[in-house]
């Protein structure tokens, strides 16, 4: 029997990981140092982490919208219970908090990857 051998990330992943490796790149074109000086290991554990970040900022902007979506539907049919409005507006901002915590997590556990040079340069962007 021919087992299959486990990859990088898992399928749920795929989508999240070729959208991590464009958004690193992008992300290193302004300290295209840090991403030359990486070994293959730290590049490996740094496209999970950022394959993992945008997994969950896709998540997160899914969410957001179908409240937004919900808001715009309440709108429609001139809500008079401004509670739920309340409510809604409530979830999407700490959702907004939220994604913006993700951002910052993940910032810190890519740096967190890197050695005192590279976090220097990483820093500097």
Do not use: C
Not at 76 to 100: G, P
């Amino acid at each position: 029997t021919h087992s299959k051998q486990p990859g990088l990330i898992d399928d749920k992943h795929t989508e999240s990981l070729k959208m991590a490796k464009e958004s690193f790149d992008n992300q290193l074109t302004s300290s295209n140092a840090v991403w030359k000086s990486l070994t293959d290991k730290q590049k490996k554990k740094i496209l999970k982490i950022e394959a993992d970040r945008l997994y969950l900022l896709k998540k997160i902007d899914k969410q957001i919208s179908a409240k937004n979506g919900y808001l715009k539907t309440l709108d429609l049919f001139s809500s008079k219970n401004v509670n739920v409005v309340e409510k809604t507006k409530s979830e999407i901002a700490s959702l907004a908090l939220e994604r913006q915590k993700v951002i910052v997590r993940f910032k810190k556990k890519i740096r967190a990857q890197l050695t005192a040079n590279q976090r220097a340069i990483f820093d500097q962007k």
